[in-house]
């Protein structure tokens, strides 16, 4: 293994690991206000609100768990 495939690898190591902290780059303008929410985007975030309800586990984790019926 030569010097440039050592670089190459630790090149890599560094770059994986500083992606944990900061992800991947955006490319979009960082003063843009992004896209408008269209309407069908609302219903079905209003529809997953009213079915699901958002539950932290014991190692801290938050997962979303199915309301209980109101039919019982």
């Known amino acids: 293994m030569g010097f440039a495939d050592r670089f190459d ?11 944990r902290f ?7 303008d ?7 929410v269209t309407e069908d985007e609302r219903q079905r ?3 997953i ?6 539950v932290t586990g014991p190692d801290g984790r938050p997962y979303l768990v199915e309301r209980p019926s109101s039919d019982a």
Not at 22 to 28: I, K, M
């Open 49 to 54: 609100r009213q079915t699901f309800e958002r």
């Open 9 to 19: 690898a630790l090149n890599n190591h560094v770059t994986l690991f500083f992606l």
């Open 30 to 36: 960082p003063e843009g206000r992004g896209r408008g």
């Open 22 to 28: 900061v992800g991947p780059p955006s490319v979009a």
């Open 45 to 47: 975030e209003t529809q």
